[in-house]
C-alpha cells in the first residue's frame, strides 16, 4: 500500500500498481491423427506439461464431444458445419501433466481428422478471448475476425479444412502476424491444417492460410485467440522512513512478488547505502505491507501496517528491528471478525520502551485505533472519536506523555481533519483550524515538542481543486499556514518531519490538473513534491524525477539532513522503490535496491 489521498474512506494510502506483463504463448508440440470410424484416439509424442492449453481443430461428420485421457472433457470453443462436415476448436485449459491420449467422437460415421497442438504460457483459467469460423472456394483462406475483439500478445491459433480432396496448404497471417504451420494432415478425403502466431495488434484477430490452388469442394476454416498467462512484474515502493541519525534510516513499505503476493519490505541506510532487510511475515499471512516506521537508534525501530490472514481478514502488524533481524510482534485490535479490516497507518516512538501506533477499524464504519507500546506488549488505547467515520493517518510523539494524532473525520455530510493529543492519561480532541474549503485531511505531523507541531495534508478549495495544506499547532491552537502549490496541478502533502520548529520538510505528490479527488492516484502520472520551511514561510524545492514517482514519508536528522521515500515506475510500467536525500541545499537521487522474486 501507498499513501495517497483517501476522502471518502479509508485514510491510509493506497498506490495502484502498474498493470501486470503478460507471458508470451509458446508452442510445445504437435499431434496429428485420421480415421474411418465414428471416433478417433491421438496421443501426444511426449508427456504433456502441467498448466499448458491443449488445443485441437477437429473435423468429423458432427463432433459431439472431446476428451483427454488425464484432464477429462475438452470445452468447445468454435464450430462451422459446412457441406454436412463440421469443423471445429476444442481445448482445454491448465493441463495436468503425463501421457495424453485425446479421443474426439463424431454424430456419424468417419472420416475424422484431428490436428492438436500444446502451448505453454496461456492463461490457466478464463483464457478464451475470441472466435470466428469462415467458409468459401478462394485460394486464400480467411476465418474472418475474432468477436469479441481480442488483445495484443494472444495466442491465435487457426485450423481448416478443404473437402474431398488434397491440396498444398502454407500459412498466412494470424493476429497481424506471420504464422507458422505446425500441422498439415492430407488424404484422399481432403487436407486439414493448423497454425498459430501471437497478435501483434489489439482487436479482432483474423487468420489465413494459402492454399496451392482454389478449389472447387469448399474449405471451411476457424480461429481462436487466448488470453497469455499474466505475469507479475515484482512491484513496490517505500512508504515510511525514519533516521536516528544521519547514515542510520530505515524505510519500509511493500512489494509484489512473483506470485503476486503483497508482501512486507524493508530497507536500510548505513554509511554503505541502501540495502534490503528481511521483513518478517505472520504465520499464514496471504498478504502483508509496511506503511510507518519509528526508530529511537541505530539498533531499535518498529515498524507498523496489516496483513491478511488465512481466512481473509485484514489484521494489525507491528514488528521490532533489534539491530539484527526483525520480528513479528502480538498486535491487538484484530476481533477475528472478517467484516472488521484493521490497519496500523502510523507510529511513532520516544525511546525503546515509548511507542504509540494510530490507524483505523473499519467495518461499516471506520473507526480511530491507537495502540501503546510499553517496551514489552501492545494495549489498545481509547481515542477521542468525534463522530461516526474518523481515521488517523499520522502520529508524533516528543515526549512519553505528549503525542498528537491527525486523520480525518466525517458525520456523513462533509469531511473535516481531526486531530487528537496526548497529555499521558487521556487522547483529548483539538480543533484544527478549517482553510477554507469543504474537504481537508492530514497525512502526516511531526513534533518537536508538546507546543510545537506541524501536521500536513490536503484541502480542496473552493475551485474544486486539491490543495496543499500544513497547519501549526502552539500547545493551545492549531493555525493554518501559507503554502506554494506547483502551478494548477492537483498536489497533497502525504508526510512531515521537524528537526526544530524552525526547521521542517514536507513532501507529497503533484498530479495533473482534473485528478480524481475522491481515488488513489496513480503513481505513473505523478511527479515527487517536497516543501521546506524556512522559518517564515513554505517554498517548494526542485526534486530530481528522470521518471514519474511519489515521495511518501520523509524522516530529518538535523535541518540540513533529510531523506525521503516513495516510488517511481520505470519506462517498462515497473514501480520501483525510490529514495532522496537533502543535504542543506538540495534534494539527490539514492540508489535503493528492489526485492527480487
Not at 47 to 54: E, Q, R
Not at 62 to 73: A, Q
Not at 439 to 445: A, K, L, P, R
Amino acid at each position: 500500500m501507498r499513501k495517497t489521498c483517501v476522502v471518502l474512506a479509508v485514510g491510509v494510502l493506497l498506490l495502484v500498481f502498474a498493470s501486470p506483463a503478460l507471458a508470451s504463448p509458446a508452442f510445445v508440440q504437435s499431434a496429428s491423427g485420421a480415421g474411418s470410424a465414428a471416433s478417433l484416439a491421438v496421443s501426444y509424442s511426449a508427456p504433456v506439461n502441467a498448466g499448458d492449453l491443449l488445443v485441437g481443430q477437429f473435423r468429423a461428420s458432427g463432433v459431439t464431444s472431446v476428451s483427454d485421457s488425464v484432464n477429462g472433457l475438452w470445452s468447445e470453443a468454435v464450430q462451422l458445419t459446412a457441406s454436412g462436415v463440421t469443423h471445429s476448436i476444442w481445448y482445454v485449459e491448465d493441463a495436468k501433466p503425463g501421457p495424453t491420449t485425446v479421443t474426439v467422437s463424431g454424430a456419424g460415421g468417419g472420416p475424422v481428422r484431428a490436428v492438436l497442438a500444446e502451448y505453454s504460457g496461456v492463461a490457466t483459467s478464463g483464457a478464451l478471448d475470441g472466435t470466428s469460423c469462415n467458409q468459401g472456394k478462394e485460394q486464400t483462406v480467411t476465418t474472418g475476425s475474432t468477436a469479441p475483439t481480442a488483445a495484443a500478445g494472444d495466442l491465435v491459433f487457426a485450423g481448416f479444412g478443404v473437402f474431398d480432396h488434397p491440396i498444398t496448404v502454407s500459412a498466412g497471417y494470424a493476429g497481424e502476424a506471420h504464422a507458422t504451420l505446425r500441422t498439415q494432415l492430407s488424404g484422399s478425403d481432403g487436407t486439414s491444417a493448423d497454425e498459430d502466431a501471437v497478435s501483434a495488434v489489439a482487436g479482432g484477430q483474423e487468420a489465413s492460410f494459402y492454399l496451392g490452388a482454389a478449389t472447387t469442394s469448399g474449405w471451411a476454416a476457424c480461429v481462436a485467440a487466448f488470453h497469455p498467462t499474466p505475469v507479475t512484474i515484482p512491484n513496490g515502493g517505500l512508504n515510511g522512513v525514519s533516521c536516528s541519525a544521519p547514515s542510520a534510516c530505515t524505510a519500509v513499505g511493500d512489494y509484489v512478488s512473483s506470485d503476486g503476493a503483497t508482501l512486507a519490505l524493508a530497507e536500510r541506510l548505513t554509511g554503505s547505502g541502501w540495502q534490503l532487510q528481511s521483513a518478517a511475515e505472520p504465520v499464514g499471512a496471504l498478504s502483508s505491507t509496511l506503511l510507518g516506521v519509528s526508530c529511537s537508534s541505530a539498533v531499535w525501530c518498529v515498524a507498523v501496517g496489516s496483513y491478511v490472514d488465512s481466512s481473509g481478514t485484514q489484521m494489525p502488524l507491528s514488528e521490532r528491528w533489534n539491530g539484527t533481524s526483525w520480528k513479528v510482534l502480538s498486535t491487538p485490535g484484530g476481533g477475528g471478525d472478517r467484516e472488521v479490516q484493521v490497519s496500523l497507518n502510523s507510529v511513532s516512538c520516544s525511546s525503546s520502551t515509548a511507542c504509540t501506533a494510530a490507524g483505523t477499524a473499519s467495518a461499516s464504519d471506520n473507526l480511530a485505533l491507537v495502540e501503546r507500546w510499553n517496551g514489552s506488549s501492545w494495549a489498545v488505547q481509547s481515542p477521542s472519536d468525534p463522530n461516526v467515520h474518523d481515521i488517523l493517518n499520522g502520529v508524533s510523539c516528543p515526549a512519553t506523555a505528549a503525542c498528537s494524532a491527525v486523520g480525518l473525520y466525517s458525520d456523513g455530510a462533509y469531511y473535516a481533519a481531526l486531530t487528537e493529543g496526548w497529555n499521558g492519561s487521556s487522547w483529548q480532541l483539538e480543533n484544527s483550524a478549517n482553510p477554507g474549503g469543504f474537504t481537508d485531511e492530514f497525512q502526516g505531523v511531526s513534533c518537536t515538542s508538546s507546543t510545537a507541531c506541524t501536521a500536513v495534508g490536503f484541502y480542496v478549495n473552493a475551485s474544486d481543486q486539491l490543495v496543499t495544506l500544513v497547519e501549526l499547532w502552539n500547545g493551545t491552537t492549531w493555525t493554518v499556514q501559507s503554502t506554494p502549490n506547483p502551478g494548477d496541478r492537483t498536489a497533497d502533502l502525504a508526510a512531515v518531519s521537524c528537526s526544530a520548529p524552525s526547521a521542517c520538510s514536507a513532501v507529497g505528490y503533484s498530479a495533473p490538473p482534473g485528478t480524481p479527488l475522491a481515488n488513489p492516484v496513480p503513481v505513473d502520472i505523478s511527479r515527487p513534491l517536497a516543501e521546506r520551511w524556512t522559518g517564515s514561510a513554505w517554498e517548494i524545492e526542485a526534486t530530481p524525477h528522470a521518471l514519474p514517482s511519489t515521495l511518501s514519508g520523509i524522516s530529518c536528522a538535523s535541518a540540513s539532513q533529510c531523506t525521503a521515500v516513495g516510488s517511481q515506475v520505470s519506462a517498462d510500467g515497473t514501480t520501483l522503490t525510490l529514495a532522496e536525500g537533502w543535504n542543506g541545499s538540495k534534494w539527490q537521487m539514492e540508489s535503493t535496491p528492489n526485492p527480487v522474486p
